[in-house]
């Protein structure tokens, strides 16, 4: 009986990999498509709110990915696995590319607040990056200070001289630059000083639980008043509850994204969105 159960673990256990050497072979294959296809990814649009003046300041292009055998891939997933292919390279280029078409259709619709683009390590990385994301723009026709790149700790923490070089140009080009997912790196703070950022982003593991554990209420309350110190504005991410924008507009948080105000969209439905706002502040 032990044998026999100790055989089903192993099956079960082989099982699994099978499965998930056959998810990775399909997701590889796929991927590679969609890059050489271009058409199956599509950006959502997810709004950032001033607290203060409960405007919309701008917005976060996040990806998204349609692919008919594996349905809506996300990009928790395949972010991930196109960074360990090198794949990123090309798929960050059509990110980009998708995002400057969006970005006409919006300021032709008079929607002119900048958009924030994740960037990826590995590109940033890139000896190429600064040029190849300014030839895009400039293809584009666009100007630099039109967007907002969010960068992570694990981005911009590793003592080299070129990342505060290249911080500094982007920073010369006019992009506003974030620092996304704060407080999850183990990082020292004195780079804050250091780098040129505009933004800390808080992340929502903070967020998630500052109504009910006064210990992450204080942990947000201390990083806002040293963003605020330090000549940077501050922006919680993931904030789904009433309670939480009361609480964090009242620790002076600048702006406020997640779900509370609306789940990343398409394009149209961020104009949708966008329209709406209006005529309610107008409403008012
Ligand atoms: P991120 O940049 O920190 O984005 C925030 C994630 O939280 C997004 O997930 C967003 O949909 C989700 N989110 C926003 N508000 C709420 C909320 O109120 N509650 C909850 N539970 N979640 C919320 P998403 O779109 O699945 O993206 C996950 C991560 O994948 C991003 O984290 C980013 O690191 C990466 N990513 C997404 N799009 C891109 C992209 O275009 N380029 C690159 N390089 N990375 C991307
Ligand atoms: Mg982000
Ligand atoms: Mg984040
Ligand atoms: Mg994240």
Redo the contacts with the bound molecule.
């Keep these: 009986y032990a044998k026999d159960h100790g055989k089903n673990q192993f099956s079960f256990y082989f099982d699994d990999l099978k499965t998930d050497a056959k998810r990775t072979f399909t997701l590889d294959s796929e991927l590679r498509k969609a890059i050489s296809n271009k058409n199956e990814f599509e ?2 649009y ?1 709004p950032k709110v001033n607290y203060q003046k409960q405007q919309i300041i701008g917005m ?4 998204r990915w349609h692919n008919e055998i594996l349905g809506n891939v ?3 997933e395949f ?1 991930p696995y196109a960074e360990e292919t090198g794949l ?1 390279i090309p798929l ?1 280029e059509i ?1 980009l590319e998708k995002v400057c078409l969006d970005a006409h259709e919006l300021i032709g619709n008079g929607y002119k607040m900048p958009i924030a ?4 390590s590995i ?1 940033f990385h890139q000896p190429n990056f600064i040029t190849s994301i300014q030839q895009i723009l400039e293809r584009n026709n666009l100007p630099a200070n039109h967007f907002e790149l ?1 960068l ?1 700790e694990r981005t911009i923490m590793n003592n080299e001289k070129e990342t505060t070089r290249k911080l500094i140009l982007l920073k010369h080009m006019g992009f506003k630059l974030s620092l ?2 704060f407080g999850t790196g183990y990082s020292s703070l004195s780079y804050l000083v250091e780098f040129p950022l505009d933004c800390l ?1 808080i992340d ?1 593991s903070f967020i998630k639980q500052i109504c009910s554990v006064s210990d992450k209420q204080a942990i947000v309350h201390a990083i806002i008043q040293m963003a605020h110190r330090l000549q940077m504005s501050v922006i919680a ?4 509850q009433r309670d939480q924008v009361k609480l964090l507009g009242e620790m002076d948080c600048d702006m406020i ?4 105000y609306s ?2 969209v398409p394009l149209d439905e961020i104009m949708e969105f966008l329209e709406f706002w209006e005529l309610e502040i107008e409403g008012k």
């Design positions: 950006i959502y997810q976060e292009a996040l990806v996300s990009p928790g972010i990123i960050s990110i683009i994740n960037i990826s590109h969010e992570t996304d997912d982003k929502q991410e993931g904030v789904e994204q997640g779900y509370y789940k990343p």
